[in-house]
């Protein structure tokens, strides 16, 4: 039996050269999320939500995409229940699909970018809730019918609600007093 310093060395040489083989990777994913970023240099709000926003970056970072799209989703499911109920819309948070409808009907937001949420909502549902194999919307399905390697479809569908995250993020951002 190994003992533990032999297998904390190990360990971290196993760690090095993944750390190396992914940093090209992780430096391409950092540089196309300063384009999409926009942040003052402190925000406050709800502490669920605002981890949602940091860890959806971090997640996108290390290249874990499915975490990335079902966070960034989540962030705009509150943001999307936090803006309708403090316009009056709602007195709790709806279904993120009825958060959707209703943002349209009351026009909280540009009708693009509800697209773009529900789309998204769409392609997140197989993670969040257990589908049928052949459900249009399982990324199976999707990378067959595209073609394409499942890690871009992911890839794709990360910067997606990466970007649009902070399109609402930075939408209901407001100033505070000093």
Same mark, same amino acid.
């Given at each position: 039996?190994?003992?533990?310093?032999?297998?904390?060395?190990?360990? $971290? @040489?196993?760690? !090095?050269?993944?750390? /190396?083989?992914?940093? &090209?990777?992780?430096?391409?994913?950092?540089?196309?999320? *300063?384009?999409?970023?926009?942040?003052?240099?402190?925000?406050?709000?709800?502490?669920?939500?605002?981890?949602?926003?940091?860890?959806?970056?971090?997640?996108?970072?290390?290249?874990?995409?499915?975490?990335?799209?079902?966070?960034? $989703? @989540?962030?705009? !499911?509150?943001?999307? /229940?936090?803006?309708? &109920?403090?316009?009056?819309?709602?007195?709790?948070?709806? *279904?993120?699909?009825?958060?959707?409808?209703?943002?349209?009907?009351?026009?909280?937001?540009?009708?693009?970018?509800?697209?773009?949420?529900?789309?998204?909502?769409?392609?997140?549902?197989?993670?969040?809730?257990?589908?049928?194999?052949?459900?249009?919307?399982?990324?199976?399905?999707?990378?067959?019918? &595209?073609?394409?390697?499942?890690?871009?479809?992911?890839?794709?569908?990360?910067?997606?609600?990466?970007?649009?995250?902070?399109?609402?993020?930075?939408?209901?951002?407001?100033?505070?007093?000093?």
């Amino acid at each position: 039996m190994e003992d533990e310093s032999s297998i904390d060395t190990r360990l $971290t @040489a196993g760690l !090095e050269r993944a750390d /190396s083989e992914d940093r &090209q990777a992780r430096v391409a994913r950092i540089k196309w999320l *300063s384009l999409h970023e926009r942040r003052p240099g402190i925000t406050f709000g709800r502490t669920e939500t605002m981890r949602l926003l940091s860890e959806a970056r971090e997640t996108f970072i290390d290249g874990h995409f499915v975490a990335s799209l079902l966070l960034a $989703t @989540a962030f705009i !499911e509150h943001t999307l /229940s936090d803006e309708l &109920q403090k316009l009056g819309h709602v007195s709790s948070s709806p *279904s993120f699909s009825r958060a959707i409808v209703l943002a349209g009907e009351c026009k909280v937001f540009p009708d693009d970018w509800l697209a773009r949420a529900d789309a998204l909502r769409l392609k997140r549902n197989p993670f969040a809730h257990l589908k049928e194999p052949k459900h249009e919307h399982n990324l199976g399905v999707r990378f067959r019918k &595209q073609n394409v390697n499942p890690n871009r479809v992911m890839e794709a569908d990360a910067k997606d609600a990466i970007s649009l995250m902070w399109d609402f993020f930075v939408a209901t951002l407001m100033e505070g007093d000093a």
